[in-house]
């Protein structure tokens, strides 16, 4: 149980274009959904929580018009980075989780998005 | 501020057992958990925990003592399939989980 698929698993795309990630909870309704980025050889680094049917949380100094998050419904959460950079490269997770906060987050296979 | 501290990089044998620690320091506590994450794949949840004590799932243990602000992960019987990262996160007093910058875990035959 508990499986959170990630689409795409890798975009290659040149730099000012718009990419969309698909974050699905496909056996359990998730109540909030997390989006991290991940540097090499780096830990986990939270962009935003965000909780169905409302607007997404920011963490600081993640600007949310360039990471735009829309959490639709209870199986569905989408990412999209806007007029993407080469800074922007960099492999995006995201994680979901039915419940109370002590509840595992349970994470897709990740995206990695190379920005040309 | 609130610090999650786990050794970088460690080397253990095929076969053998391992201790992976986990100090934090974070304005309250909800829980502990530990997570693996092999090298360009996503985090997979190993094991959480709130109480002190010793939790048992097979080859892997998690301990935790909420007194001294410290959690370890032990690995028995160690494949090379172990080889992997893994990740201590704890929920501070606003449920927001709090991660490690994860412990490189090496398997040599």
């Known amino acids: 149980g508990a499986v959170v698929s990630q689409h795409p698993s890798r975009v290659i795309c040149k730099s000012g274009t718009s990419v969309k990630i698909e974050c699905r909870s496909l056996?359990?309704?998730?109540?909030?959904m997390f989006w991290y980025r991940q540097f090499p050889k780096q830990s986990l680094m939270l962009m935003a929580t965000?909780?169905?049917?409302?607007?997404?949380?920011?963490e600081q100094g993640v600007e949310k018009d360039k990471f735009l998050i829309n959490h639709a419904s209870l199986t569905l959460s989408t990412l999209t980075v806007t007029s993407a950079h080469p800074e922007d490269s960099s492999f995006y997770i995201c994680?979901?989780?039915?419940?109370?906060?002590?509840?595992?987050?349970?994470f897709g296979d990740g995206t990695r998005l190379s920005i040309l | 501020g609130q610090n999650i501290d786990q050794p970088t990089e460690m080397t253990a044998t095929e076969g053998a057992i391992v201790q992976i620690n986990c100090t934090y320091q974070t304005s309250g506590f909800n829980g502990l958990f530990w997570y693996q994450q092999h090298a360009g794949e996503a985090p997979t949840f190993l094991s959480y925990n709130v109480l002190d004590g010793l939790e048992e799932k097979g080859r892997f243990s998690s301990f935790l003592s909420r007194s001294k602000g410290y959690s370890y992960l032990l690995l028995k019987e160690l494949q090379m399939k172990d080889s992997a990262s893994y990740l201590c996160?704890?929920?501070?007093?606003?449920?927001?989980?709090?991660w490690g910058a994860g412990t490189k875990l090496i398997i040599k035959p």
């Open positions: 965000s909780n169905e049917g409302s607007k997404a949380t920011y």
């Open positions: 994680s979901a989780r039915d419940g109370e906060a002590h509840q595992p987050q349970h």
């Open positions: 056996d359990f309704q998730a109540t909030t």
């Open positions: 996160a704890v929920l501070d007093s606003n449920y927001q989980l709090i």
